[in-house]
């Protein structure tokens, strides 16, 4: 990122982190020309990009031959990570629902531990540990040691809890109490990709003063398909396939 850059950087939880939650050490301190962000005006989808790359890497780190036989001490390192990686995501995102988000890992884990039962009563009823899971896992991600976690338990309940927290999400967004798998995955391919990048599309049109709903309609519509065009032309690389869809 160039200096010039620096004051134009958009409103992502990595720029947040990197204005209020790093440490200077060496040269001069340059954060504070990145513009002020407040947890609000973090766009939703921060948290769902979040929760997205996080089942990702749980499906990449387990392997159903690992449910049969054990897998090594390596492999279980990279296993308890990510489920470790997916109970942070967890919060995060749920914390970014409401904008109560903050810069550090520890700061974000003591917030959630005070909120969670009052403000997601639903949630802490099906899974009252989350908060404390959450605190654990920042803990481990910091002393990591395969001895103190059961993998093969641990990866399926983290799963469980992932995925009812995307579908929170997706619900809370579309303003939707409960929504089954199948109506998830509908809302997904339709129209969710203007929802997904709105927030983007309004950082952007901002400044040149056309930040309308037409615009930020079309706009959001554009970087959808930019990216899928991108995405079409990395498979076609990687396994000299088109995949038209």
């Known amino acids: 990122i160039t200096l010039k850059k620096l004051k134009h950087l958009p409103p992502t939880v990595r720029y947040y982190e990197m204005r209020n939650g790093t440490i200077l050490l060496y040269g001069d301190d340059v954060r504070k020309i990145i513009p002020e962000i407040k947890t609000e005006d973090i766009p939703f989808s921060e948290g769902l990009r979040f929760l997205s790359n996080r089942m990702m890497n749980m499906f990449l780190s387990m392997k159903e031959e690992y449910l049969k036989k054990k897998p090594s001490d390596d492999e279980i390192g990279i296993i308890n990570y990510y489920i470790c990686k997916a109970y942070i995501a967890c919060c995060d995102s749920l914390l970014l629902s409401i904008g109560k988000f903050a810069p550090t890992y520890g700061k974000r884990a003591e917030i959630f531990l005070d909120i969670y039962e009052d403000t997601f009563p639903?949630?802490?009823?099906?899974?009252?540990?989350?908060?404390?899971?959450?605190?654990?896992?920042?803990?481990?991600?910091?002393?990591?040691?395969?001895?103190?976690?059961?993998?093969?338990?641990?990866?399926?309940?983290?799963?469980?809890?992932?995925?009812?927290?995307?579908?929170?999400?997706?619900?809370?967004?579309?303003?939707?109490?409960?929504?089954?798998?199948?109506?998830?995955?509908?809302?997904?391919?339709?129209?969710?990709?203007?929802?997904?990048?709105?927030?983007?599309?309004?950082?952007?049109?901002?400044?040149?003063?056309?930040?309308?709903?037409?615009?930020?309609?079309?706009?959001?519509?554009?970087?959808?398909?930019?990216?899928?065009?991108?995405?079409?032309?990395?498979?076609?690389?990687?396994?000299?396939?088109?995949?038209?869809?």
């Open 122 to 245: 639903e949630f802490y009823r099906k899974f009252p540990e989350l908060a404390k899971k959450v605190n654990y896992a920042i803990n481990y991600k910091m002393n990591p040691d395969i001895k103190k976690m059961d993998y093969k338990k641990e990866w399926f309940k983290a799963r469980e809890i992932i995925t009812e927290v995307f579908r929170y999400i997706i619900n809370n967004k579309t303003n939707r109490k409960d929504s089954s798998w199948h109506e998830i995955n509908r809302l997904l391919t339709r129209n969710f990709d203007k929802k997904y990048f709105e927030d983007y599309s309004s950082f952007l049109l901002k400044p040149m003063h056309i930040n309308l709903k037409i615009f930020r309609f079309f706009l959001s519509k554009s970087i959808s398909f930019a990216l899928s065009v991108l995405y079409f032309l990395r498979l076609k690389e990687e396994i000299v396939k088109f995949y038209l869809k």
